[in-house]
């Protein structure tokens, strides 16, 4: 099995209101139409990957992972598995593994995407076609560091390290 068919479907249906994440919804629509392995690690000229911006039960707080390979703070995420169903199921496994927290809630509509160039597992120069996703966690939620991180960490949403993850265009479609 693989997230393929959920990816069409759920670019197909969302419709952003940022013109911008418009032109680039139908990017990624283009590129999983022509491309039945698009959502394998080992499409080389890119793949999709399915991002969680975990937000606290109150949404005050927002928990990024010091990325080793990139050296930034970022939202959780990371590749499709040939076991994952759905992006938003992806999304969520990589939140849970990445957090060590349980009880996690996604809404499954695109919140944002994203393409960026990176040199990933791969160790060729490719595309991130990244789809995010809003995640809950329960209240009290306690991350617990995983071996994919340098450091793990809630960050109030309107002071968020210098240089990391830029989620201000994010966080006006959630407002």
């Known amino acids: 099995m693989s997230p393929h068919p959920d990816a069409v479907a759920t670019m ?3 419709r952003p209101a940022d013109p ?8 990624f629509l283009g590129f999983l ?14 793949h999709v990957t399915a991002s969680a911006l975990v937000f606290d039960a109150h949404g005050e707080y927002v928990l990024l992972t010091l990325h080793p390979r990139v050296g930034r703070w970022l939202q959780l ?3 499709c598995e040939p076991s994952d169903r759905t992006l938003a ?11 060590g927290i349980a009880g996690l809630r996604i809404d499954p509509v695109p919140l944002h995407v994203d393409v960026h160039p990176i040199t990933c597992s791969l160790g060729l ?16 939620a306690q991350p617990v560091r995983s071996a994919e991180s340098l ?13 990391g993850v830029e989620i201000d265009p994010i966080l006006a479609v959630l407002r």
Request: charged fraction near 30%; aromatic fraction near 8%; include cysteine.
């Open 20 to 27: 911008a994440q418009e032109s680039l919804r139908q990017a």
């Open 125 to 140: 120069p490719t595309r991130h076609f990244d789809v995010r996703f809003a995640v809950r966690a329960p209240e009290g």
């Open 77 to 79: 995420g990371g590749h």
């Open 33 to 46: 139409l022509a491309r039945p392995d698009a959502c394998l690690r080992a499409c080389e000229p890119g």
């Open 12 to 14: 197909s249906a969302w």
């Open 89 to 99: 199921g992806a999304a969520l496994r990589e939140a849970t593994e990445e957090s």
């Open 151 to 163: 450091d793990l960490r809630w960050w109030p949403v309107d002071a968020l390290p210098d240089g």
